[in-house]
């Protein structure tokens, strides 16, 4: 299994700014994913955390909006930037760990209110 | 694209009554299938997973879900609920083919469904 962090929580921004939401594992992953839950919608995915290189998006999501780090293998970041209302939404990562048979752990989320 | 239906948005039940959620995804290929609950105030957690082999499936707390190819379902079960099954319920897909041909990563969700089981 894996534990997986989330730093912040929760946080209340205003419109225009930045904000970089941390994701720690406590052992080493294969695979990181960061979603966005909407309010009152379905997780959907926004990318894959590649390790060392970049990260792979989905259609609607790209680098310069989503901009996401993976330095080793335990550790990533997302950064929402230029923020707007619309990106009031939780955001999870998830891992899937080496001995896990392909099981997605995630996070607790980070709650992001804009204003 | 894959696309993944969950039928009810909110269930409401006694204890002892049982509980069928349905699922429904739109991509015909290999896939693989998963339930995941979230307690209220807790993590994400998974349920049972399907990858091969028996289509029944038993997961944690006495749930099960049967996958149906042909009807592109997979059904979650359980004969008696408890109030401490109230959760939400997530069912999710990943498709082979899209991801690569591995077995995990680039799950679809469904909207989830809310059940509230009361004592």
């Known amino acids: 299994s894996a534990v997986i962090s989330q730093k912040p929580s929760r946080d209340i921004c205003q419109r225009g700014t930045s904000l970089t939401i941390q994701c720690q594992v406590d052992?080493?992953?294969?695979?990181m994913f960061w979603y966005r839950q909407q309010p009152g919608q379905s997780l959907t995915l926004i990318a894959t955390?590649?390790?060392?290189?970049?990260?792979?998006?989905e259609s609607g999501f790209v680098i310069d909006k989503f901009p996401i780090s993976r330095p080793n293998l335990t550790f990533s970041t997302l950064t929402v930037s230029n923020m707007s209302p619309e990106d009031s939404s939780i955001y999870l990562c998830s891992a899937v760990p080496y001995n896990s048979y392909n099981e997605q752990f995630f996070g607790p989320g980070t709650r992001l209110t804009v204003l | 694209a894959q696309s993944v239906s969950q039928h009810n948005h909110h269930v409401i039940l006694s204890e002892a009554a049982s509980l069928e959620l349905g699922c429904n995804y739109s991509?015909?290929?290999?896939?693989?299938l998963f339930w995941y609950v979230q307690y209220p105030g807790q993590h994400l957690q998974l349920l049972l997973k399907y990858f091969s082999g028996d289509p029944l499936v038993k997961g944690i707390k006495g749930f099960e879900a049967e996958f149906i190819k042909s009807k592109f379902s997979f059904n979650l079960r359980k004969p008696s609920v408890q109030w401490s099954d109230t959760a939400e319920y997530f069912c999710?897909?990943?498709?082979?083919?899209?991801?690569?041909?591995?077995?995990?990563?680039?799950?679809?969700f469904g909207q989830g469904t809310i059940l509230t089981v009361h004592p």
């Open positions: 991509y015909g290929g290999t896939v693989n």
């Open positions: 955390a590649n390790q060392g290189s970049e990260a792979t998006y």
């Open positions: 052992s080493q992953v294969t695979m």
């Open positions: 999710a897909v990943n498709d082979q083919e899209v991801s690569g041909g591995t077995s995990y990563g680039k799950l679809t």
